[in-house]
């Protein structure tokens, strides 16, 4: 159980309903997620106009290929069950490709950097080198798409943050971070 109340959606707040419905146009469902940062509109905000910034720069299939290799390094069962179903059914990716993901790497080379990226990304904090820099930028990622790489991974740690912290009861096919080898 969340350890953080998780409000019904007609329990939000009055300034997240219009956020929330939205969101359920989008994705035909609110998932706990988002039901659970609507209890600050401020929040709630920040999230979904960070996300709808970044879906129009990187295609969706390296977007969600962050996002689970940032839920595996931060342990976020919630964010690894939402974007193992996010991967398979709306960016279609392959389970095999989705496992790589976990472990920070990717089948296409281009996504591999990128993912490897994000990755260091995380784990430093941000303090990566100048090796990374180029690695990255070798794969063919101008210095504007490292800077989208870095806000997807921003967007992808808030999530995993939250997540973590509320134990936000998992409304997606249950992925664990404890269980790479059995992933997707």
């Known amino acids: 159980m969340a350890r953080i109340a998780i409000p019904a959606l007609d ?4 300034a997240s309903a219009p ?11 609110v998932p706990n997620l988002f039901r659970l940062v609507s209890i600050s509109p401020a929040a709630l905000t920040g999230l979904t106009s960070l996300s709808g910034a970044l879906s129009k720069t990187l295609d969706v299939r390296t977007r969600e290929r962050i996002a689970l290799a940032v839920a595996q390094v931060n342990g976020c069962d919630y964010c690894l069950s939402a974007h193992t179903y996010l991967g ?3 960016a279609r990716i392959s389970p ?3 496992t790589l993901n976990r472990q920070g790497r990717s089948g296409d080379p281009k996504a591999d950097a990128a993912v490897r990226f994000a990755v260091k990304v995380t784990e430093a904090r941000g303090r990566v080198s100048e090796a990374d820099l180029h690695a990255v930028r070798a ?12 806000g997807v991974v921003a967007e992808n ?3 995993n943050l939250i997540n ?9 096919p249950v992925v664990s971070a404890d269980e790479l080898g059995q992933a997707a």
Do not use: C, H, M, R
């Open 88 to 90: 398979l059914n709306t």
């Open 11 to 14: 329990a939000a707040p009055a």
């Open 157 to 159: 740690v808030f999530t």
């Open 19 to 29: 956020i929330l419905d939205a969101v359920n146009k989008q994705l035909g469902v």
């Open 96 to 98: 095999e490709e989705i």
């Open 139 to 150: 794969a063919g990622y101008s210095d504007a798409q490292i800077v989208d790489i870095v």
């Open 164 to 172: 973590n912290v509320a134990q936000t009861d998992i409304d997606f």
